[in-house]
């Protein structure tokens, strides 16, 4: 269950400054100021529960301190969004963006809540799934990405959104750089790793509007019976790019139930239960919606885990600088080495 929190004291902000902005957006607030907690599952930006007595709104915003030049455009994840919303109905309705740093201290946006589960390292309690059920189950999962890869941006007016052809390259590159430029003492260069996808890369199999962070636990279910989902969160990395590189970052979450205890150990959405598709399953049921010819997945599945990799260590640079105080990113750095060790191995399967 998706439940909110008290809000983290180096996450505070000013409520009534929020609460007097966002009068002048929605009608009907009243003088009160909402009360405000905070959802715990984001490692990224901050998401909040403002909550009203006839009414909850959803805020986000970026974390403070050190932060990858790219990411955190509030302001370009409010645009995919509410462009989104009338030929992808799976998005939340956008309510305002903020950009007065006299209110938040820099770019926010609040949103419409969406009601119902998210479903995170365990099922919550209560909720049983029998192998039957997780399987149809994780099969949406593949479904509801299949539908995103086949939104016309054009329509959406999302065509400009990214750079287009060269998706590959700019990917591995920038990966790399934003990698090193993260790196600390305790971890490796990942250099073999680097090397062997800027030497590996395939051609483009075509260029679509992809999430960039597409999980179970960024999806949002309608609720236990039905288990559908009816939402998709987090759009701050969407952009048009190359949908095999969207399935291998993807996968890089996929823990299945036969990896390895260190593996086990990073699960963070229940892709472990009997009945749910392992990763090999999920490419091909994706390949076989969509017509798409995979190649040689190794690419994309080291490129998924060296991604995640990249990610880990950005947030575990934020806490070894001492920007954020948040304990759980303390130990990240060990799994960024597990996973250098796990690139490798697979790289290693194909040498004869």
Not at 108 to 136: N, Q, T
Not at 278 to 285: G, I, L, Y
Not at 327 to 346: H, M, N, S, T
């Amino acid at each position: 269950m998706n439940a909110a929190g008290e809000v983290c004291a180096e996450d505070a902000f000013d409520v009534a400054a929020v609460h007097e902005w966002l009068r002048t957006k929605v009608d009907g607030l009243g003088a009160e100021p909402p009360r405000v907690r905070q959802y715990p599952g984001g490692a990224s930006n901050l998401t909040y529960l403002l909550t009203y007595p006839d009414r909850e709104l959803i805020l986000r915003r970026p974390p403070a301190g050190r932060k990858a030049a790219s990411a955190h455009d509030m302001r370009r994840e409010y645009r995919v969004q509410h462009a989104l919303k009338p030929v992808f109905p799976y998005v939340p309705e956008m309510i305002a963006f903020g950009d007065d740093p006299a209110v938040l201290g820099g770019d926010f946006y609040v949103m419409a809540k969406l009601d119902g589960l998210i479903l995170r390292g365990d099922l919550p309690a209560g909720l049983e799934l029998s192998p039957e059920r997780a399987r149809e189950l994780s099969g949406k999962v593949v479904d509801r990405l299949v539908d995103l890869h086949a939104v016309d941006v054009e329509a959406a007016g999302l065509a400009d959104l990214g750079k287009g052809a060269g998706y590959v390259s700019r990917q591995i590159r920038g990966w790399s750089d934003r990698y090193v430029a993260a790196r600390t003492d305790n971890v490796g260069d990942f250099a073999e790793v680097r090397a062997w996808l800027a030497d590996n890369q395939p051609a483009e199999v075509r260029i679509c509007l992809i999430h960039n962070d597409y999980r179970l636990d960024n999806l949002v279910l309608d609720g236990p019976s039905t288990l559908n989902i009816t939402g998709v969160l987090d759009w701050e990395m969407a952009t048009l790019g190359d949908p095999l590189m969207e399935l291998g970052s993807t996968l890089a979450y996929w823990v299945q139930a036969d990896d390895d205890e260190v593996m086990r150990a990073g699960r963070r959405q229940p892709t472990h239960l009997p009945g749910m598709l392992t990763r090999e399953e999920f490419v091909a049921r994706y390949a076989g919606k969509t017509g798409l010819a995979v190649g040689d997945w190794r690419f994309y599945e080291v490129y998924g885990l060296f991604r995640l990799a990249a990610v880990l260590q950005q947030l575990y640079r934020r806490y070894h600088d001492g920007a954020t105080r948040n304990p759980a990113f303390k130990d990240f750095w060990q799994f960024v080495g597990y996973l250098d060790w796990r690139c490798r191995e697979i790289i290693a399967k194909g040498r004869g």
